[in-house]
């Protein structure tokens, strides 16, 4: 896992250019903190910042080979092939000989032996770019289901590239400019594939290749989530489910530095760390397990619309049960509110993501992890593979003609339009642009033959979750556990799995009429009864009204600041009648406000982008 960016010039010779590819390099330090280099030469500059996960003391980047013709090709690699020990054995029988133990080394004489096409061969985690010297080429991949991030910014003679917008932004010929479109993506809640929020910048989008010479920018879809007949029956569906994760959790166990697993107590992360506790067990290791809470969050607890337990006893009911070496990191409203907390999320993120203790807790989390683990195995996306949020069984959302989870969003998060200045509200215009997300996205879902209009709905949900939300989640979890140079590796992501789920017809995924039915019987028999009972809880969030009260007093510190950019987007009266309100009575709604309004001030002073509202 590491940091990656690169500039390519076709007009210049960037070897005088060092110390802005340095600086760009840099940025990336926070995903690669032991080790940094780069390679320029003519019109191409690479810059890598190493997090060492495979061959500690071989992969170095870049890192060159070359072709039979004597052209050299030069790669910056971010994330892990979990096949490399199969594909390292097929290009050895195909003649190749390998210098390091590293998965790079085989992504880069993969490419060199099937082209752009290596990108199909990888089972993993990806984003990398190649230089090919001799054909003046760049060639960006990105993996599948999009868990690494990538962005570029084409420029009049070339591109800017980085893992993070911040990578880019070092570089002066990139202009930090928000527009009315920008801040649609940061208000809508929807993820539109390849959009960056900055100006002029773009994501490789998940699946897709693309290349960069002298004739310009042109890409290249390599995967896409199809619609397949499902082969299988119940039972066969369960045993292949179960096969296929203890695949996939062996494979991402596979690492030279300690690993450990992230545990919630709910269905996926306790499944995932159950399986891999087994697996280490058999060879006599023991795996760490972690989990977050909050101070006096489980003897205090008040069920709500969302949460109906607390997350504590279950997690301890797994880690007993699989014999985890297990710990609470249990935090306060004091860290969870500081700014310099905000600070570094909104860093990590480069835009103002407005999740508040949330992210703060997710970062601290990871932050206190990384003293004893550099690998982080997650359960993310279970839900969005197998069905497990409330829309999925909530009617309303089901009929509703826009993204399933924006239907209860308002009612319990609030309405971002009710925070903003009429003008922004009317510029941004943001049920249209949601809409038309919609409208987009669904125009791509493929309907089997004979499959039903009931069917056909929940296939159309479930591929909203899965290229649209579990996105949004992916670059969270990636941006706050990478700013502290921890590689959380996500196996309900593989690609096996969420193609063969994908085409499972929703009668098989909720036969029981329970969500993730599939994965609570494949996995039944190392879960704890708790766990396997439990109703599905999301994220933790602090119920302390003292996380209020800070957010409300750095709410009026805002305001003596009459002047400050951010009131160009929040309306100042809706902020004066939060900051005034009652702090027990205090609203989830008007606390997300607060927090999305804080985000936007510290952002707009961090980042100082041009605003561009008509």
């Not at 998965?103 to 090919?132: C, K, P, Q, S």
């Not at 205090?300 to 969302?306: E, H, I, K, Q, S």
């Not at 009317?426 to 038309?436: C, E, F, N, R, T």
């Not at 927090?595 to 936007?600: H, I, M, N, S, V």
Request: proline letters at 4%.
């Amino acid at each position: 896992m590491c940091g990656i960016t690169g500039w390519i010039s076709f007009d210049r010779d960037l070897r005088s250019a060092q110390e802005t590819v340095d600086a760009m390099t840099e940025t990336m330090s926070c995903r690669g903190p032991d080790d940094r280099g780069t390679w320029v030469k003519g019109p191409a500059a690479l810059g890598h910042r190493r997090l060492a996960i495979i061959d500690l003391a071989g992969g170095r980047q870049p890192m060159t080979a070359r072709r039979a013709d004597g052209g050299e090709v030069v790669l910056v690699y971010s994330g892990e092939a979990y096949n490399f020990t199969e594909l390292r054995a097929e290009l050895t029988s195909r003649g190749h000989r390998f210098t390091t133990d590293s998965d790079t080394e085989v992504v880069l004489r993969g490419y060199l032996e099937w082209g752009e096409a290596v990108a199909e061969r990888l089972n993993g985690m990806a984003a990398f770019a190649i230089w090919d010297d001799k054909a003046q080429r760049l060639v960006m991949v990105r993996d599948r289901m999009g868990i690494k991030p990538f962005y570029y910014y084409p420029t009049s003679d070339g591109v800017l590239f980085g893992s993070e917008p911040k990578a880019i932004l070092a570089n002066p010929l990139a202009e930090r400019k928000v527009g009315v479109a920008g801040l649609r993506e940061l208000f809508a809640f929807i993820k539109t594939p390849g959009h960056a929020v900055w100006e002029g910048m773009h994501e490789v989008e998940p699946g897709t290749v693309v290349t960069v010479d002298r004739n310009g920018l042109r890409t290249h879809v390599y995967w896409a989530l199809r619609t397949r007949p499902h082969p299988h029956d119940k039972g066969t569906s369960i045993a292949h489910v179960r096969t296929l994760l203890d695949d996939i959790v062996r494979r991402q166990l596979v690492a030279d530095v300690p690993r450990c697993t992230l545990l919630s107590g709910g269905l996926d992360s306790s499944a995932m760390t159950a399986l891999a506790a087994r697996q280490l067990g058999e060879v006599g290791e023991t795996v760490r397990s972690f989990a977050v809470d909050f101070v006096g969050r489980t003897e205090n607890f008040v069920a709500d619309d969302l949460r109906a337990t607390p997350d504590t006893p279950y997690v301890h009911d797994v880690a007993r049960l699989a014999g985890t070496d297990h710990q609470d990191i249990v935090l306060d409203s004091t860290a969870l509110a500081d700014p310099e907390v905000r600070a570094k999320v909104i860093r990590a993120r480069d835009i103002p993501v407005g999740l508040g203790d949330m992210d703060s807790s997710l970062y601290l989390l990871f932050k206190e992890i990384r003293k004893h683990s550099t690998v982080a195995l997650s359960g993310e996306s279970a839900d969005e593979v197998f069905g497990g949020y409330k829309q999925f069984f909530d009617e309303e959302a089901r009929r509703a003609d826009t993204f399933p989870w924006l239907v209860r969003h308002a009612q319990d998060f609030g309405d971002d339009n009710s925070i903003m200045t009429a003008r922004t509200a009317a510029a941004l215009d943001l049920d249209s642009y949601v809409q038309d997300g919609y409208d987009a996205a669904v125009k791509d879902v493929e309907r089997l033959d004979g499959e039903s209009d009931f069917e056909f709905r929940m296939r159309k949900i479930c591929y909203l979750h899965l290229t649209r939300f579990v996105r949004i989640l992916l670059d969270r979890k990636d941006r706050a556990s990478m700013a502290v140079g921890l590689e959380v590796r996500v196996p309900f992501c593989d690609h096996r799995l969420v193609e063969y789920v994908y085409n499972t017809p929703w009668s098989l995924k909720s036969f029981d009429g329970r969500e993730k039915s599939l994965l609570r019987e494949a996995t039944a028999d190392v879960l704890p009864r708790s766990v396997y009972d439990r109703v599905k809880s999301p994220y933790p969030s602090t119920q302390d009204p003292e996380y209020a009260v800070a957010l409300q007093r750095q709410a009026k510190d805002l305001l003596s600041r009459p002047s400050h950019a951010v009131f160009e987007i929040v309306d100042r009266d809706w902020l004066r009648r939060a900051a005034e309100h009652d702090s027990p009575q205090i609203t989830q709604a008007s606390r997300h406000g607060l927090e999305r309004t804080l985000d936007l001030a510290l952002w707009l002073d961090m980042y100082s982008p041009t605003i561009m509202l008509p």
